[in-house]
Each structure stands twice: as C-alpha cells, then as structure tokens.
C-alpha cells in the first residue's frame, strides 16, 4: 500500500508517497480501507521531528481517518462486518490507504456524513464534547469561554456550545481567527495578544460567572 511519508524531518516538501507493507489486523484489531484522512497539529509537529509517535504506534502519521471495514482480526466481537463505514481515532497511520485500529475504537459514520467530514470528527469533535458534557456538564444558557477559538478543537467546541443552548466566548490572536470564529457561531471574541481579554469578558457578561 502507499503512504505519507518523510526520511528526515522538516517542512511539508519532505513528503512523499511511499509503498510500505499493508498492516494485517491482530487479536481485536480491524483492516480499514482509508477513504479520509485529517491533518493535525500533532501530524505536523510529528512530520518536524518535535512530537515522535507514542511507543509501539505506526510512524505513517494521522491520528483519525474514516473509510470502510475491509478485514476482521481474530476475536472481534462480531460488532463491525466487511464494508462498514467507520471513522476511527488512532495512535499513528491514518494517511495511507489501510490501517488497523482495535474494533473499540471505531464508530459508525452517520448516513448523511461523507468520509472527508467524518475524518475531521475523531479528535477534536470528541476531545471538544468530553471537555463540555463530561467535565464542564454544560448547561443551557451557559457562558463558556474558549481559548484558542480557531483551533481545531475551539471551533468544534463553539458549535457544541450553541448545540447545548449555551453561550460561546472565545480568545484568539488575529482578528482573521476571531472573524473564523464569529462565523462558526461565538458571540463575542477577544484578542489575547492585544487587549486584557478577562476584562473584556467580564464586560460582555455583566459580571455573571462563566465556565472555562
């Protein structure tokens, strides 16, 4: 199979697309055929040579992909079958065209998502969701402030927040990004760099408390 690959860190023209062997799914483990792949912060620290994969990961990088079940390892439970549509979370190996991800770690693509959406969901969809119902327990008519509200995670989260009936407000440090994020739906933004954001806030909430 191919894959995304770099014989030495640095910059996005180290890439290439290299023939590697085809991963053969263990005890557990379900064979996806790749169809989408994310790109993430992590990726391209990895590809510089500051973030190395976790021990015992793949080296190809892509923490999510999405595409269909093309084999069954021994002892899967039965939940998945050949030509499922799944988007997966992963240690590594997302961007080439198979890789293995214990059956747990699966989900089922909604019908009405295609692969490419379904590929950005994995990480920051579901790192934005535990913060909010899990830790925070978001509440409707909340006022949640979120920092780095252009980043991948941020504008999943300002768009889970007004799915909560809650209030988004968010920091960042371009007007570019504070503009990205009042189109995904914050109702104010603050430039950290420029500006004492905790004021502001307080300002546009009249006081009232806030979750973070």
């Known amino acids: 199979m191919f894959a995304a690959y770099f014989d030495c860190p640095g910059g996005p023209e180290n890439?290439?697309?290299?023939?590697?062997?085809?991963?053969?799914?263990?005890?557990?483990?379900?064979?996806?055929?790749?169809?989408?792949?994310?790109?993430?912060?992590?990726?391209?620290?990895?590809?510089?040579?500051?973030y190395p994969p976790p021990k015992g990961a793949s080296d190809i990088l892509g923490l999510e992909a999405a595409g269909s079940v093309a084999g069954l390892g021994p002892g899967c439970s039965g939940r998945w079958k050949i030509?499922?549509?799944?988007?997966?979370?992963?240690?590594?190996?997302?961007?080439?065209?198979?890789?293995?991800?214990?059956?747990?770690?699966?989900?089922?693509?909604?019908k009405d998502m295609t692969f490419i959406q379904a590929a950005a969901i994995p990480e920051a969809w579901l790192t934005a969701f535990q913060l909010l119902h899990f830790v925070g327990k978001v509440q409707e008519g909340e006022r949640v402030l979120i920092h780095a509200g252009a980043s991948g995670v941020g504008m999943a989260a300002i768009q889970l927040v007004r799915l909560a009936k809650a209030i988004p407000i968010v920091t960042a440090g371009t007007q570019e990004k504070l503009e990205a994020t009042a189109?995904?739906?914050?109702?104010?933004?603050?430039?950290?760099?420029?500006?004492?954001?905790?004021?502001?806030?307080?300002?546009?909430?009249q006081g009232k408390n806030l979750s973070v």
């Open 183 to 205: 189109n995904a739906g914050a109702a104010a933004g603050f430039n950290y760099k420029n500006e004492d954001f905790s004021e502001k806030v307080l300002e546009f909430t």
């Open 83 to 110: 030509g499922d549509a799944v988007m997966a979370l992963l240690p590594g190996g997302g961007q080439a065209q198979y890789v293995t991800v214990p059956e747990g770690l699966l989900m089922p693509i909604p």
């Open 15 to 50: 890439l290439y697309m290299k023939e590697v062997m085809k991963p053969s799914p263990g005890e557990g483990e379900v064979l996806v055929k790749v169809s989408a792949s994310a790109l993430n912060r992590a990726d391209l620290l990895q590809r510089r040579g500051k």
